[in-house]
């Protein structure tokens, strides 16, 4: 039997402003697929069981997303995060936690609702991300085999390309700090851009040879916060329901 619990704590709220994480539909400490383009599949790090990717579908920690050529997925997370996976990528979601939370606490718009540690990890391809205000004690950060790009409320890109063996952080708004294997935080405003180059040797292991920043020009910003606007558009375009109480689904045949 599988049992899908889904929680919808709008109380009036309206559904575009999906900051409020609450809005996302989501039961705390949850994340589901949102828009799917093209051939995506998914597999269950417990279980090694690999599936195709749907749109609306809820997953566990660890699931590990590939998309195709030509192919997307969005994951929403209760958090009020959204995180666009671009094509030929590869993300792991290794972490999200969250503290419970409830329909008080929504009237904060523009901020998650409770504490949440979030980590992606990208092997390869692009994760475009935006990201609620967070609380000070929370973390969202997209980490790639040369460091992490942390943020505190933003909207961002991380392409990392294991063949050409580059790293790009580019932030559309807010503020992004990369930080390196050895500690090295390297901070990227709004508007900028870090490319990071690389080599392996036979160990391994993994040396940044080169750091050029530079701006992003005004085009592109567009289409980063483009790529995520579409996601959001498409949710506040979803119904509202205002349940008494949660509400669970037996889907089974």
Request: hydrophobic letters at 45%; zero cysteines.
């Amino acid at each position: 039997m599988k049992l899908i619990a889904r929680i919808i704590a709008l109380l009036g709220f309206v559904a575009f402003a999906l900051s409020a994480s609450a809005a996302t539909g989501l039961a705390p400490n949850t994340y589901r697929s949102s828009t799917v383009t093209g051939t995506v599949t998914w597999q269950d790090s417990a279980t090694g069981e690999s599936k195709a990717l749907v749109a609306d579908q809820l997953l566990p920690i660890g699931a590990i997303i590939n998309t195709a050529e030509a192919s997307s997925a969005a994951l929403i997370f209760s958090s009020g995060a959204t995180a666009l996976i671009g094509e030929k990528s590869q993300v792991i979601v290794s972490k999200f936690q969250q503290e419970l939370f409830g329909s008080d606490l929504v009237k904060s718009s523009g901020a998650e609702p409770s504490v949440s540690d979030t980590e992606l990890l990208l092997n390869k391809g692009t994760v475009t991300s935006r990201v609620a205000k967070l609380k000070p004690k929370s973390n969202y950060s997209v980490r790639t085999p040369i460091g992490a790009a942390g943020v505190r409320g933003t909207t961002y890109q991380v392409l990392y390309d294991s063949v050409n063996k580059t790293l790009r952080v580019a932030t559309a708004e807010g503020k992004v700090v990369f930080r390196t294997p050895d500690n090295v935080e390297l901070p990227v405003d709004g508007g900028k851009d870090i490319v990071l180059t690389f080599e392996t040797n036979d160990a391994g292991e993994i040396t940044v040879t080169s750091t050029v920043a530079g701006n992003i020009p005004p085009a592109e910003m567009q289409v980063i916060n483009g790529l995520v606007e579409a996601v959001l558009r498409q949710e506040a375009a979803l119904p509202v329901i205002v349940p008494n109480q949660l509400i669970l689904s037996d889907d089974t045949p």
